[in-house]
């Protein structure tokens, strides 16, 4: 009996580190200002919502292939990019995507050092934008 109630309990610990948690929907942490990661149909529809902007923090060359429409393109890779993100309106919600979702992440990172509390990060990135457009 004393060894099936320690099996329980490993199983419980390995269940509970394991789970990632709701990644397509706002946490306790994003309440609290954070990075929420979204799939492509959540990103999608957090557009539609009041006060967002989304972000492009792709180069230059990969916007001329495609992007999604009335993002505000922003590269990254630009030396001014921090000086940049400096100047915009932190009490809109930020949704931001590169092309497979790295450089959105450090992006996102950097709004949040920046004091921005809302931001959202397409996981996949504009790849996985096209697979569900």
Not at 6 to 31: H, I, K, R, W
Not at 44 to 63: C, H
Not at 74 to 94: C, H
Not at 105 to 120: D, P, Q, T, W
């Amino acid at each position: 009996m004393k060894n099936l109630l320690l099996l329980f309990l490993v199983v419980q610990f390995l269940a509970l580190s394991c789970s990632s948690g709701p990644s397509t929907s706002t946490t306790n942490a994003q309440a609290a200002g954070g990075i929420v990661d979204l799939d492509a149909a959540a990103f999608k529809a957090k557009m539609s919502e009041p006060n967002t902007m989304v972000l492009d923090v792709r180069t230059p060359a990969e916007i001329a292939a495609g992007k999604i429409p009335g993002a505000f393109d922003l590269d990254i890779q630009d030396p001014a990019f921090k000086a940049e993100v400096n100047r915009l309106d932190k009490s809109k919600t930020y949704l931001v995507y590169c092309k497979k979702g790295g450089r959105s992440a450090r992006a996102c990172s950097v709004l949040e050092e920046a004091g921005f509390e809302k931001i959202y990060n397409l996981k996949g990135g504009y790849d996985g934008w096209k697979e569900v457009e």
